[in-house]
């Protein structure tokens, strides 16, 4: 049975298990079931008659099955920090491997680096008269304790998404970080709103399909390695993003119709506890680039990123993305900007962001976790 063939006799059929044959039958067409899947659903919320909202909700466990199985073929466990976190570490382990013996907290209190928040927290709670650098790898064991923990996926992404031509002959992936006990991490997990927003709206994220990795998606990057040693970053995304625009905006944003828009809130509980989990995780959304991008250099040290400027972001990505992301957050990590013409690739004449063996200085961060 062709791709054509199996879409036009899912997205006709009344019968829910032609879906879990079809996939028996042709696992190698998962995509095409997923979609036949994100259909009908599309269908029913709009009011179609093909099959009863009761009944449709009987696919889920499929698409997410299909997800997984379509999913990376590399699947570990990591923590991550916020690259702040990474970053005063290593300023307070080096301050205090040049002075090699015990410092006075007022000492270090003279210090350009006590004016960063988290040294600051740290040193006040747990060290108020001072301490030595044998001290400091409890710095970093302080704030493990604090942080979720990441799932780290890689896999392949298609093509079916716009981007500049002169890079399509590289192989594309996704590199896709999954909250791990989000609700838990946020005192929720008891909250029937909540349970709705990270099983429902983030397993059936706007781009689940695409990606191709079911679970609590906190965002994901699709890069191009244009070598063993380079790598491009397209972009950088997130459900809980689009997912906030898709509840705040609703049809002016996304042109949603108004019954899976009001659908949407209804699920949620209502404005108000939309609004509530909005404020929840409003810090995940507003660092999500960050996050991702400190994960993305550390599992890819030694390499050389550049990574899409906004002028690049406006003319491969449709939907508007939040472009200004990609000026401030590669700035802040000492990308360079550079012209086009010093590019590994053929960029259009747009500029790009470089930053040479960017992850090398991630690498020396993590040292303490490798037992270094």
Do not use: C
């Amino acid at each position: 049975m062709t791709k054509e063939e199996l879409k036009q006799k899912l997205n006709s059929t009344r019968n829910l298990n032609d879906f879990s044959k079809a996939y028996r039958e042709h696992p190698e067409l998962g995509g095409v079931i997923s979609a036949a899947i994100i259909q009908a659903i599309k269908e029913t919320t709009e009011g179609g008659s093909r099959f009863s909202r009761y009944e449709v909700q009987s696919l889920i466990p499929l698409h997410k099955q299909i997800g997984i199985d379509r999913s990376s073929k590399k699947v570990e466990q990591k923590s991550y920090l916020p690259f702040a976190v990474q970053k005063a570490y290593s300023e307070l382990r080096s301050f205090l491997k040049t002075r090699g013996d015990f410092v006075p907290l007022t000492e270090i209190r003279k210090q350009p680096l006590f004016q960063e928040p988290n040294v600051k927290q740290w040193l006040l709670a747990e060290y108020p008269k001072g301490l030595s650098f044998e001290d400091v790898g409890n710095f970093w064991l302080y704030y493990s304790g604090e942080q979720p923990s990441y799932t780290v996926m890689e896999g392949e992404y298609g093509e079916d998404i716009q981007t500049l031509e002169s890079v399509k002959s590289f192989p594309r992936k996704t590199f896709i970080l999954t909250l791990d006990d989000l609700l838990e991490a946020v005192g929720k997990e008891d909250d029937p709103s909540y349970v709705t927003f990270v099983n429902d709206m983030l397993i059936n994220g706007v781009h689940e399909e695409s990606v191709g990795i079911p679970g609590k998606t906190f965002g994901w990057i699709i890069y191009r390695e244009i070598d063993e040693n380079t790598i491009f970053i397209e972009q950088a995304q997130t459900d809980l993003y689009r997912i906030f625009h898709r509840i705040r905006k609703g049809i002016e944003h996304f042109g949603l119709p108004d019954a899976m828009y009001q659908h949407i809130v209804r699920s949620l509980g209502g404005e108000k506890k939309v609004e509530e989990i909005e404020n929840t995780f409003s810090k995940y959304v507003e660092n999500y680039f960050e996050i991702l991008l400190s994960a993305f250099m550390e599992e890819h040290r030694e390499k050389d990123l550049y990574v899409s400027t906004p002028e690049m972001i406006q003319k491969s990505v449709p939907d508007d993305p939040p472009a200004h992301i990609y000026k401030k957050v590669p700035e802040k990590f000492k990308f360079t900007k550079i012209p086009a013409e010093q590019a590994p690739f053929d960029t259009e004449g747009l500029p790009v962001y470089y930053r040479h063996n960017a992850s090398r200085r991630i690498s020396k961060y993590s040292t303490i976790k490798k037992g270094v």
